[in-house]
């Protein structure tokens, strides 16, 4: 199954690129600023080289470890300074890790002799207040937990369910977003050749009462405001960095195998039979196929690292709308 990489394509048509928040802090981290920078740092490296090939990208980005800190920092702190609600985290995520990532990119720019604006855009994302997802979290945040620390957080109230191989993380409502209320905004920084980094940590989630907004205590999946924001700018291509290769079946089992290239029909099927777990590849595999059947020509979910490589068809997995 070839992939859509013939020059025109590439410079001409804007992509989006959706940046998985663990891609920002490791298993492994501590979870120190300077930390966040280094890897921060390399993520944009190979974003700038696609810039520097004359193409125009529009980034999103997770906050999963981030935002869970801030909470975590919320309750540390509860006693001596009044905690902030879930959104107004996830709002702080959005202008803490856009930050950071404007800076890495635009060091980068300038280190390999281009002159280029980048802006963070603070985005909010309609949902409604109905969304079951609000009696039934499902989205994870935060950093792994051990057997011990679970329980003692599950006896304070959280949600919260073990990942294969990692550990335990809180679980929050994750409702669908409905509508990008900073659209205008993006589309306003493409024509101006402004490179647009929005929609962060999947947007800040408010709900509309008789005309007005207000923020609602909720994290919404960041793969599935990328694509709802890919839709609404009519883009082609659409990649998913994230903190594995590519997709897998039977993820978390000894028999887990790596799949090439998916086409819709065997992304529903095998999300269907539940090799795609929600709060975890699902939300990608949704995101990919919402976008393909709304005129999206091509997926791609792959590392950081291997992004120029995936380009060429060398890494990741591609998914598209046949074969």
Known sequence: MPFLSDKHIMNKTPILIALGGNALILPEDKGYIEEQFIHTSAC?????????????????????????NILLRNECAKNFIPPMPLYICVADSQGGIGSMMAESLNNELKRIGINKTVSAVITHILVDNNDPAFQNPTKPIGPYYSDSDAEFYMRMGWSMKKIPERGWRRLVPSPKPKKILELEAVKALLKQNIIPIASGGGGIPVIEENGITRGVDAVIDKDLSASLLARDLSLKRFFILTDVDGVYLNWGSADRKKVNALTIKDAEKYLAEGHFPPGSMGPKIEAAIEFLKSGGQEVIITKPEDLIAAMDGKRGTQIVKSA
């Open 44 to 68: 944009m490296k190979p974003i700038a080289e696609l810039i520097s090939r004359g193409m125009t990208v529009i980034i999103t980005h997770g906050n999963g470890p981030i935002v869970g």
